[in-house]
């Protein structure tokens, strides 16, 4: 099974329509940037603020396309080949919410040290939200990716799709801004890591199924 | 009840298919083997692109059931899935893709073997008339160019089963012909073939069988 060339596929669509992409990217240094404006650029109450305004920007950008994930492959045919094809469909799905992470998640990983400095979050803090990151926004991919493949046939899809997901990303954002808040405060911030890497590795193994479902009954009609 | 020999068959029992309130088919049922077209006939609406997506497995019928060699659809899974080809309304190619490469991703999905695959795709190119073209995005292509990119892939396929659904839409003169040919060839290596047009195509010597839908309503 040739795994490389459906990941090959996918990362050259991305980097084929890259414009898409850095509409996330900017969204969070946008929503992240506000907030000094908006409340107060004092350093104390920003330095305290800072992992809860990360993680919500990064929970909000990583809205933004995920209607899309499934999107286009439902409106050109992909998507009834993909179910038609002999390899799994939950593997496919994993491979696809894997890239569409690598291109959207990881760019907000790497810029959220970036955005923390700004809001003069403690660097020797830093190693602990990006971990969270690490952990939580793939945890994020695949609850959007369940939305995705839920509302992939209906025409308000993309608008539906934060109801459905938000208030099932509410564990992922109480632990990641608990590891970073703690961190930012010099407490040992393992424990909210731990339940994210289980939350991570509950989403790995049962969100596959879930997406799977989704694409298939919405493809039934 | 006891099967008949014919263990290459696609066969349909008793279907019965609804749509809301409105029955598309009832009591639908009949046998295809090696060899044997069927083409679905109704106008438009009657139902021919469900009744194909049922006989793919993307769609559920509402009664009966369809079995290939015998075994009904609901247990064959990817064994049924590997022996089908399925080109539907859209052409499942990606506007940002070359053929080439739309081709060489078709064949990752299809988990064909690593070897060939690369010559099978230039081969298939020049089939369908596309060598010129292989490596232009296909949104620069025209809609019948991205028909034909979609018909290569049933000849990469190499599948036992070919689910048509109006194959014909944006082909011009040759791209049917090329169509016919490709329909005959596949037939006369004990192919099963299912297609919707409303055009009636020349099979020569192969046997077409007709399936009217919209008369049960």
Known sequence: ?221 | MYEPATSQALSVHNLAIWRGERCLCRDLSFQLSAGEALQVQGQNGAGKTTLIRVLTGLGRADEGEVRWRGESLRRTGAEYRACLAYLGHSNGVKLGLSPRENLAAFCALLALPDSGGVDDVKGVLERVGLSAQADLPCGMLSMGQRRRTALARLLLARARLWFLDEPLASLDVSGVALLTEMLKAHLAGGGIAVFATHQLLDLGPFPVKAVALGLAA
Not at chain 1, 93 to 119: E, K
Not at chain 1, 147 to 156: D, E, F, I, K, N
């Open chain 1, 1 to 221: 099974m040739r795994v490389t060339a459906l990941i090959e596929r996918d990362l050259r669509l991305a980097y084929r329509r890259r414009g898409e992409l850095v509409t996330p990217v900017i969204f969070f240094v946008i929503v992240t940037a506000l907030f000094p404006l908006a409340l107060s650029p004092e350093p104390a109450l920003l330095r305290s603020l800072a992992p809860g305004v990360i993680w919500v920007a990064a929970l909000l950008a990583g809205l933004i396309g995920q209607d899309s994930l499934f999107k286009s492959d439902y409106e050109d045919g992909s998507l009834e080949l993909m179910l038609l094809s002999p390899i799994p469909l939950e593997w496919m799905v994993l491979l696809r919410v894997f890239t569409h992470w690598l291109v959207t998640g990881l760019p907000l990983v790497i810029l959220s040290s970036l955005m923390a400095l700004l809001l003069n979050y403690p660097t020797n803090a830093m190693g602990v939200l990006v971990m969270s990151l690490l952990l939580g926004t793939p945890v994020l991919s695949f609850l959007g990716a369940v939305g995705a493949g839920l509302t992939v046939g209906l025409r308000r899809g993309g608008m539906l799709l934060p109801i459905l997901v938000l208030p099932l990303s509410v564990p992922v954002l109480i632990f990641g801004a608990a590891a970073a808040g703690r961190a930012a405060l010099g407490d040992p911030a393992a424990a909210p890591l731990y339940f994210l890497g289980a939350m991570l590795v509950l989403a790995l193994t049962l969100a596959p199924f879930a997406i799977a479902g989704g694409l298939r009954v919405s493809l039934e009609s």
